[in-house]
């Protein structure tokens, strides 16, 4: 299990990968994190077993 401090800098190099792919343009900081977020979210349900994963729109 990765600790928070893992987490908030893989966040960070994810959204840092977004920007970049998206030219480079300032004022969406905050998208980006978001995103980042959400990607990262999804790869780790993704190597979840089957029983273990959330459902869509379960909070938990």
Do not use: C, F, V
Not at 1 to 27: P, S
């Amino acid at each position: 299990m990765m600790t928070l401090e893992e987490l908030e800098e893989r966040i960070r190099r994810r959204a840092h990968e977004i920007w970049e792919r998206e030219g480079r343009t300032y004022g969406n900081h905050e998208g980006h994190w978001h995103r980042a977020t959400k990607e990262i979210e999804d790869e780790e349900q993704a190597e979840l077993p089957t029983g273990n994963r959330r459902k869509a729109g379960s909070p938990h």
